[in-house]
């Protein structure tokens, strides 16, 4: 496995010096940049796996490129989920909004639940409200029409260890706020999906949507003292004071830090809705009426 790890961290090196020396060092022969095409496409028709994931997820750097995104686009397709959501995260990181179909597509019909996750994430990065769905699934275990997941979705978010490893693999899974100390963060790793649950409420906080509101208010009361207390700073954070009542009851929680978080957003509502701190959405986009 080390091996393997090391094997795709050489070729992300290379690849990654190899384009950038072609984008923007003087002197550099067009010559270069013609090589840095082939060695990078060579990594995305690679028949290992991990080179092509690698591969793929580097395309996510190259910002206004019709090649890139064409490459990334066609990585939608491989016949291995981790390439198709390094695929999505490329595509989501150079922000192309012309793929949104194709990412709304994964969302709504990809039996992978990790795939659709990194469709999810993509969707948001491009201020698409349809991204917000696939968090709104992780927290709550269903879909924000009501509608059961498909059968491989509800396995993987009925998985701890998978869903934990694909979040921690990509870079899902957080601790939601900061003053939590690294033991108490050590102390998670026994509960493998609550952090990605709590990071599942963080994302939600931009997402406009009242049913949202009503699934962070019921999270409020999760068994998971981590999931509760990342709901509780999201619904702080939503800037949306009748929700205080709904968190009131966690100031008497029995862990400190969600006693912490509910009085933390329980003082930043009362600011809001008392005109002493202005609403500042974390993400414009996805507030925006159309």
Same mark, same amino acid.
């Given at each position: 496995?080390?091996?393997?790890?090391?094997?795709?961290?050489?070729?992300?090196?290379?690849?990654?010096?190899?384009?950038?020396?072609?984008?923007?060092?003087?002197?550099?022969?067009?010559?270069?940049?013609?090589?840095?095409?082939?060695?990078?496409?060579?990594?995305?028709?690679?028949?290992?796996?991990?080179?092509?994931?690698?591969?793929?997820?580097?395309?996510?750097?190259?910002?206004?490129?019709?090649?890139?995104?064409?490459?990334?686009?066609?990585?939608?397709?491989?016949?291995?989920?981790?390439?198709?959501?390094?695929?999505?995260?490329?595509?989501?990181?150079?922000?192309?909004?012309?793929?949104?179909?194709?990412?709304?597509?994964?969302?709504?019909?990809?039996?992978?639940?990790?795939?659709?996750?990194?469709?999810?994430?993509?969707?948001?990065?491009?201020?698409?409200?349809?991204?917000?769905?696939?968090?709104?699934?992780?927290?709550?275990?269903?879909?924000?029409?009501?509608?059961?997941?498909?059968?491989?979705?509800?396995?993987?978010?009925?998985?701890?260890?998978?869903?934990?490893?694909?979040?921690?693999?990509?870079?899902?899974?957080?601790?939601?706020?900061?003053?939590?100390?690294?033991?108490?963060?050590?102390?998670?790793?026994?509960?493998?999906?609550?952090?990605? %649950? !709590? @990071? $599942?409420?963080?994302? &939600?906080?931009?997402?406009?949507? /009242?049913?949202?509101?009503? *699934? +962070?208010?019921? =999270?409020?009361?999760?068994?998971?003292?981590?999931? %509760? !207390? @990342? $709901?509780?700073?999201? &619904?702080?954070?939503?800037?949306? /004071?009748?929700?205080?009542? *709904? +968190?009131?009851? =966690?100031?008497?929680?029995?862990?400190?830090?969600? %006693?912490? @978080? $509910?009085?933390?957003?329980?003082?930043?509502?009362?600011?809001?809705?008392?005109?002493?701190?202005?609403?500042?959405?974390?993400?414009?986009?996805?507030?925006?009426?159309?």
């Amino acid at each position: 496995m080390l091996r393997v790890v090391r094997r795709a961290e050489a070729i992300y090196a290379v690849s990654l010096v190899t384009l950038l020396l072609a984008a923007v060092v003087p002197g550099v022969p067009q010559a270069s940049s013609g090589k840095a095409w082939m060695v990078l496409q060579a990594g995305l028709s690679n028949s290992n796996t991990d080179n092509r994931t690698v591969a793929t997820r580097l395309l996510g750097g190259l910002t206004k490129n019709a090649q890139a995104q064409d490459l990334a686009l066609k990585a939608l397709a491989d016949n291995r989920p981790e390439v198709r959501a390094a695929a999505a995260e490329a595509l989501g990181n150079m922000q192309a909004k012309s793929a949104i179909p194709q990412l709304q597509k994964l969302v709504q019909s990809e039996q992978d639940a990790g795939v659709a996750i990194a469709a999810g994430r993509a969707l948001v990065a491009l201020g698409d409200p349809l991204g917000y769905a696939v968090y709104y699934a992780i927290l709550t275990g269903e879909r924000k029409s009501g509608a059961s997941l498909m059968e491989n979705q509800r396995k993987m978010l009925n998985d701890p260890k998978k869903l934990a490893n694909f979040g921690f693999e990509q870079g899902v899974g957080f601790i939601p706020f900061g003053g939590l100390t690294l033991n108490v963060f050590r102390s998670l790793t026994r509960d493998d999906v609550s952090p990605i %649950r !709590a @990071a $599942a409420a963080e994302v &939600l906080i931009t997402d406009p949507d /009242p049913r949202t509101t009503e *699934a +962070l208010k019921t =999270a409020v009361a999760d068994r998971s003292w981590v999931v %509760r !207390a @990342a $709901a509780i700073d999201a &619904l702080g954070k939503r800037n949306n /004071p009748s929700v205080i009542p *709904a +968190l009131e009851p =966690a100031l008497d929680d029995g862990r400190e830090a969600v %006693r912490y @978080a $509910a009085a933390a957003a329980i003082i930043r509502l009362n600011d809001v809705k008392n005109g002493k701190s202005p609403a500042k959405p974390a993400n414009k986009r996805a507030t925006k009426p159309k």
